[in-house]
C-alpha cells in the first residue's frame, strides 16, 4: 500500500520548510481559555508553527470554536494528540475497558476536526502505563480492531492517526519502530491508509539501537516527530545523539513536522506528574525553554543540512 506520510495544514503555505511544534504541555497544564491563550501566543513569538494540544476532556477547556479563533489570531496550526490510561485501554481484552479507549479516541478525532487539525498522535494502542505482563495475542487484536474502526472515522475527517510507541515501562505492545511499522503494516492489510508512526527521542533513545536506527526503521511511515532530550528536560542538555537524528532525517528526505517535548512539574499538572514520572523540575520557564529549544532545532537543521539557507 502507498502511504502519503504528509500531514494535512491548514496553512500549509505559510509553514516553515521543515514546520516546527511545541507541545502544550510545555506552557500550560491545561486548556482553559488563558491557558490556551497564553500557549499559543508564546509558542507564536517564540516562532512555531504549531502546537500539540491534548484533546481536552476536562470541565473548563476552552471550545473548539474558540481555540480555532485563536489559532487564527496567533497565525498557527495545530495538531491533537492523547494518550490512554488503564481505564481507557484497547490493548485489552475487557470489553468495558476497550469501550472507553474507542469513545476517546473518537472524541480526539472529533476534536482534531472541530478545530481543523489534521493529525492525532500519541499513545493511541494502548495505555500509557507500566504494564505487569506482556500484551498478548487477544490484546493486540483487539487493539488493531478498535484502531481499524477508528482509523475509518478519521479517514472521514482528514485526520491520520499516529502511533507514538514508548519505552518498556509506559507500554508493553510498541516499544520499537520496526514493530510499530509492522503493527501498522498489519492495520494496512485490513485497509488502513492513515495510520503513522510517532517518534518519541526520549521513548527511542531508551529502546532502539540509535535514533537513526529508529528513523530508517520507520520508513516512509515516520510522519511526526517528539523531540525530547534523554532526561525530558531542556534540549541539547543530555545525552541525545541529536547529530546522528538529524543526518538520519535529512538522509530520508523527512520535512518534518518536529515537534519539541520538554516537561516540568513546574508547569504540568500533579496527575501529569505522575503519569510521566517527572519528579525533578529541570527547568521552570517555558519562555526560556522554548526559545532555546527553536534555536536548537534549527541550529541542528543547519548543520545537518536539512534547512539550507535558500530554504
Ligand atoms: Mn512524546
Not at 36 to 64: C, M, N
Not at 106 to 119: N, R
Not at 224 to 250: I, M, N, P, Q, V
Amino acid at each position: 500500500m502507498v502511504v502519503d506520510s504528509r500531514i494535512p495544514f491548514r496553512r500549509a503555505a505559510a509553514l516553515s520548510p521543515v514546520p516546527l511544534g511545541v507541545h502544550a504541555g510545555v506552557w500550560v497544564k491545561d486548556w482553559s481559555p488563558a491557558s490556551a491563550r497564553f500557549a499559543l501566543e508564546g509558542s507564536a513569538a517564540a516562532g512555531f508553527d504549531l502546537v500539540e494540544i491534548p484533546a481536552p476532556a476536562q470541565e473548563g477547556s476552552l471550545s473548539p470554536a474558540g481555540t480555532v479563533t485563536l489559532l487564527d489570531d496567533t497565525g498557527l496550526d495545530a495538531v491533537v494528540s492523547l494518550a490512554l490510561d488503564p481505564a481507557s485501554d484497547i490493548n485489552t481484552t475487557d470489553a468495558a475497558t476497550s469501550a472507553r479507549g474507542e469513545r476517546r479516541l473518537l472524541d480526539a478525532v472529533e476534536f482534531a476536526h472541530a478545530i481543523g487539525a489534521g493529525y492525532v498522535g500519541g499513545v493511541t494502542y494502548s495505555a500509557m502505563t507500566k504494564y505487569d505482563r506482556p500484551a498478548t495475542a487477544a490484546t493486540r487484536a483487539n487493539a488493531l480492531a478498535v484502531l481499524e474502526r477508528v482509523a475509518t472515522v478519521a479517514r472521514d475527517a482528514d485526520v491520520r492517526l499516529g502511533l507514538e510507541y514508548v519505552n518498556r515501562y509506559e507500554s508493553n505492545l510498541l516499544n520499537t519502530a520496526a514493530q510499530t511499522a509492522e503493527f501498522i503494516g498489519e492495520l494496512q492489510a485490513r485497509g488502513v491508509d492513515n495510520a503513522l508512526l510517532h517518534i518519541d527521542t526520549y521513548h527511542a533513545n531508551t529502546e532502539e539501537l540509535s535514533l537513526a536506527d529508529a528513523v530508517h526503521d520507520a520508513g516512509d511511515l515516520l510522519a511526526y516527530l517528539h523531540l525530547s532530550e534523554s532526561h525530558r528536560g531542556a534540549l541539547g542538555t543530555g545525552s541525545l545523539d541529536w547529530a546522528g537524528l538529524f543526518r538520519a532525517l535529512a538522509d530520508t528526505g523527512f520535512r518534518g513536522p518536529l515537534t519539541v517535548e520538554s516537561f516540568s512539574p513546574a508547569v504540568i499538572s500533579a496527575a501529569t506528574r505522575d503519569e510521566i514520572g517527572a519528579w525533578r523540575t529541570l527547568w521552570s520557564d517555558p519562555v526560556d525553554l522554548t526559545r532555546s529549544a527553536a534555536a536548537f532545532v534549527r541550529e541542528q537543521l543547519t548543520a545537518s543540512a536539512l534547512l539550507t539557507p535558500i530554504d
